[in-house]
């Protein structure tokens, strides 16, 4: 069971931004609150939550060679972790939103945690190359299909605001195309949050092409250090 996060107000006021978010450090035992930094994005000054660690284990060569990928299976067994990245992206995250939109797989997870502690909804966008063959006629059936994702049919979202919840940023492609998705169903999304991001693949820079605000907790290299 995941221990709660207590929202408390910031010991003074951010500094004005265009985007103003909210302030909600976590209230874990012997945590700080997370610093907050501003940076230029996208042609526009935000307000972020400071990169920090995660204790996790990664894959080797996987999505491809070069390329070491977190497992966020490792990090999300650890309650105190999990409620690290909400309370990290919460600030982050704007006020209106009202779905998280979690991309297979390890987005989905991080959906429903982000969405209960900022009481939103969430739903699931799922990748329909990793769907077995048997059922690709009942996923076409009852959901709406697009850029290679699938996400079920009369799920009300067209004029709310969505952002899009994934575990790791790479070069972008698959978080783009899910707000392709979404925005063509009628969605507003313009955020998208990542546990992770390899740093150098460009996702970050994808994204901030098409309008889209990227906040990732932790920012690794391609492949992990070597030990010893």
């Known amino acids: 069971m995941l221990a709660p996060i207590v929202r408390i107000r910031p010991a003074r006021p951010l500094e004005p931004t265009r985007l103003q978010p909210r302030f909600r450090p976590s209230s874990l035992p012997g945590s700080r609150r997370f610093r907050m930094s501003t940076v230029e994005f996208a042609s526009d000054t935000v307000t972020v939550a400071k990169p920090i660690g995660l204790s996790h284990r990664r894959w080797k060569g996987h999505p491809r060679p070069g390329i070491d990928f977190p497992d966020i299976n490792t990090v999300c067994e650890d309650a105190v972790q999990v409620n690290r990245i909400v309370a990290n992206l919460l600030p982050v995250l704007r006020e209106d939103t009202q779905i998280i939109a979690g991309i297979d797989l390890g987005g989905a997870a991080l959906a429903g945690a982000l969405a209960a502690s900022h009481g939103a909804g969430f739903v699931h966008v799922r990748k329909v190359g990793s769907l077995r063959t048997d059922i690709i006629r009942s996923v076409v059936a009852n959901h709406e ?8 049919k009369n799920v009300p979202i067209a004029g709310r605001r969505v952002a899009i919840v994934d575990d790791c940023l790479l070069s972008g492609a698959t978080a783009l195309a899910s707000i392709q998705l979404l925005r063509e169903l009628g969605a507003l999304c313009d955020q998208a949050l990542f546990a992770f991001e390899i740093e150098g693949l460009g996702g970050a820079r994808l994204l901030a092409q098409a309008g889209v ?4 907790v932790a920012i690794v290299p391609p492949q992990e250090p070597a030990s010893g």
């Open 213 to 216: 605000e990227v906040h990732a």
């Open 145 to 152: 299909i697009g850029h290679g994702l699938a996400l079920s």
